[in-house]
């Protein structure tokens, strides 16, 4: 009888190591199951968050034009939406990538230098953001930020909410845009980036619409 | 893991729930903000109108020494009247302007000149040149955006049929007010011709704009007993060379009221899937055709034609704002003699 209850308790203690000594296979296909559900979610919603950069970064843009517009027509004054080409936040060139208003007269700011999120970028393609590139007179070289030397270029608004850029378009023909991409991302086919935001401005009514893919 | 799935589930419900909610509210703040801001200038330009009137002779049978004179006439002062080269025009839009395929233009248009310094030679510094004569229009129009949006985006996003608020500003060197003698028969080119040029003189300043009336009207101090200036919404300067109203000769309404109504994208979206540009109260003509006799008594016509429009758009569950207003036209020097 003793010898029984002893061999019962060995049992059971080799029992007791036994499960303490690891995972059972129902627990780790729980874990895996649980870390495969979170890498499903996650993944997706890294490309929400470039897709989100660029959105943030096209509000901002349709946002301060349309400050700009406002400003010049409730002021009865001429505004400057100046466009930076900055280095990047990543360490990399230059890119166009911060946007701040003026007064057209004194020269003056009228709010403070605004940069487009980290992920997201104006492409200086012509073809595609033809506000920044060769066709729009407007623009320079001036210091911001103490950085001197820095390129810009410009829309300017006036009392009545027009602006202007050659009303027939850049160069005679075609229409005034901003186009936001990823940073890092490059044309595909016939389209600035896979995934992108093209702001148009009408020279005539000032008039910002943003347009998405 | 059915605790773990339940929580997921919850999360999810309400991080969807928060997303809808910030979108809806966001997409309601923003809808009408381009339909006020257009509101705005359409108001504020409306109100710089201007006839530039004169006084001079014409004959026994209207016609100015010029147009009897070019005619191998000779002149006979008989009368002493106000004159003007300008045009102030609102009606019905789809009478006022020619039809083009794929177009509808509901309600009603206006066109006008003011002194808006627009030019298309670009100017800098203080060379703005703000009194420049400019002939203006606006009206509403249901279309595509193929016209006027960035090439690139063809075969990439899909054109939209929305209907939108047009302007047309034609710039002061090709103003074509002056370029001819205005005669009954061609009396509406200046701003016509603009318009089925290619590309034509018309660009959006609002989308998602389903109404506009244009009412000429008397101020209401004014108005008792007088017949109204319009019974149709069509004011007309120069309708006197065809024989039309009188009192509109040459001189500005002394009020013009405004009515846009709106809706957001969403309705927009809904609108086009179902009637694709073919809503029958969206239709010309088929309201805002009879205007208002404030002198009359009764129930108003525009009051009525907007209740149906109203009606309709909550009917379809469309999110709609009206904006409305009366514009004293500040040149308007209005006399009924």
């Known amino acids: ?24 296979l129902v627990e780790l296909i729980v874990v895996i199951g649980v870390i495969l559900v979170l890498a499903a979610l996650i993944t997706p919603s890294l490309s929400i968050m470039r897709g989100h950069n660029v959105t943030a970064a096209s509000d901002l843009l349709a946002g301060q034009m349309e400050l700009a517009r406002q400003t010049a027509v409730a002021e009865n004054l001429r505004t400057e939406f100046r466009i930076w080409s900055l280095p990047s936040a990543s360490g990399g060139g230059s890119e166009w990538n911060a946007v701040q208003l003026y007064r057209v007269d004194s020269g003056e700011a009228l709010g403070k230098l ?30 911001v930020f103490n950085i001197a030397s820095c390129p810009f270029k410009s829309v300017r608004f006036g009392p009545d909410g027009s602006t202007e850029l050659d009303p027939n378009g850049p160069g005679g023909a075609g229409a005034w845009t901003l186009t936001v991409i990823p940073a890092g991302s490059s044309p595909s086919g016939n389209r600035p980036a896979k995934n992108f935001a093209t702001l148009q401005v009408d020279p005539i009514t000032g008039r910002c619409i943003t347009y998405r893919p | 893991m059915g605790i773990l799935a339940i929580l997921m589930a919850v999360t999810l419900s309400m991080v969807n729930m928060t997303t809808k909610l910030v979108r809806n509210t966001s997409g309601k703040i923003s809808a009408f903000k381009e339909s006020r801001a257009a509101f705005d200038s359409l108001t504020r330009r409306v109100s710089q109108s201007t006839l530039n009137t004169y006084y001079d002779y014409v004959d026994s049978s209207g016609k100015s020494r010029k147009e009897v004179e070019d005619s191998g006439g000779v002149f006979v002062p008989d009368k002493y009247v106000r004159q003007s080269e300008l045009h102030f025009v609102t009606g019905q839009a789809n009478t006022l302007i020619p039809a083009a395929a794929g177009k509808i233009r509901p309600s009603h248009a206006i066109f006008f000149q003011a002194m808006l310094g627009f030019s298309s030679l670009p100017c800098s510094g203080d060379a703005q040149l703000s009194n420049l004569l400019n002939a203006v229009g606006y009206f509403v129009e249901y279309g595509s955006d193929a ?26 060197e090709t103003l074509r007010i002056y370029s001819q003698a205005l005669t009954a028969g061609n ?5 016509t011709k603009p318009l089925e040029a290619t590309p034509s003189q018309a660009r959006p300043v609002a989308e998602n704009i389903v109404a506009a009336v244009f009412w000429a009207r008397r101020a209401k ?43 957001d994208e969403p309705s927009a979206m809904r609108l086009e899937a179902k009637y694709a540009g073919t809503a029958p109260l969206l239709q010309p003509g088929a309201l805002f055709a009879t205007a208002p006799d404030p002198g009359g008594g ?25 904006f409305t207003t009366s514009i004293q036209i500040r040149q308007s020097k209005f006399s009924a003699d």
Request: aromatic share 10%; net charge positive; hydrophobic share 30%.
């Open chain 2, 187 to 191: 009396r509406f080119e200046w701003f």
């Open chain 1, 1 to 24: 009888m003793n010898s029984l209850i002893i061999a019962g308790t060995k049992s059971k203690s080799v029992r007791r190591n036994s499960r303490n000594s690891g995972y059972s």
């Open chain 2, 298 to 322: 009764g129930s108003s016509p525009l009051s009525d034609d907007l209740k149906k429009l109203t009606d309709f758009l909550t009917a379809e569950s469309l999110n709609f704002r009206v």
């Open chain 2, 147 to 172: 016209d006027f949006r960035p090439g690139f985006l063809d075969g990439i996003t899909p054109a939209r049929n929305r209907y939108r608020l047009m302007q047309m500003v034609q710039n002061t």
């Open chain 2, 221 to 263: 101090e004014d108005s008792d007993g007088k017949a109204p200036l319009t019974a149709n919404y069509t004011y007309d300067t120069k309708s006197y060379l065809s024989g039309g109203n009188a009192v509109s000769r040459n001189q500005l309404p002394p009020v013009v009221e405004v009515l846009l109504v709106a809706i």
């Open chain 1, 114 to 143: 605004h940069r487009l999120p980290a992920g997201a970028n104006i492409t200086g393609d012509d073809k595609y953001s033809s506000i920044v590139g060769t066709k729009n007179p407007y623009g320079g070289n001036a210091t």
